[in-house]
Nanobody, 116 residues
Framework: QVQLVESGGGLVQPGGSLRLSCTAS???????MSWYRQPPGSQRELVAV???????DYAVSVKGRFTISRDNAKNTMYVQMNSLKPEDTAVYYC???????????WGKGTLVTVSS
């Protein structure tokens, strides 16, 4: 069974940085992996996506501040979040789509709070 587990969330001051990790426990090769987030009282939104080949795209709200990466050998995805703003406060979710069957997997989320 494939499971995605996020880590690295926490409390950070505005202007600070955090690095989130998402590790897939199974051995399934992922076609694409993404970070989503859900601010308090808001809908879930796409933050960044990265293909198995390393091509990345970002939401306008985080472009230039966030960097997504992945280590296929470790089946792990990361997002480096710099210059954090209060509006970045959200539960951040890991998402992955398998290459073999196009299965969609979700992590349970990790909370990022940006506040003084």
């Amino acid at each position: 069974q494939v499971q995605l587990v996020e880590s690295g969330g926490g409390l950070v001051q505005p202007g600070g940085s955090l690095r989130l990790s998402c590790t897939a426990s199974g051995s399934i090769r992922m076609y694409a992996m993404s970070w989503y987030r859900q601010p308090p009282g808001s809908q879930r939104e796409l933050v960044a996506v990265i293909s198995s080949g390393g091509s990345a795209d970002y939401a306008v709200s985080v472009k230039g501040r966030f960097t997504i990466s992945r280590d296929n050998a470790k089946n792990t995805m990361y997002v480096q979040m710099n210059s954090l703003k209060p509006e970045d406060t959200a539960v951040y979710y890991c998402n992955a789509v398998s290459e073999a069957w196009g299965m969609d997997y979700w992590g349970k989320g990790t909370l990022v709070t940006v506040s003084s």
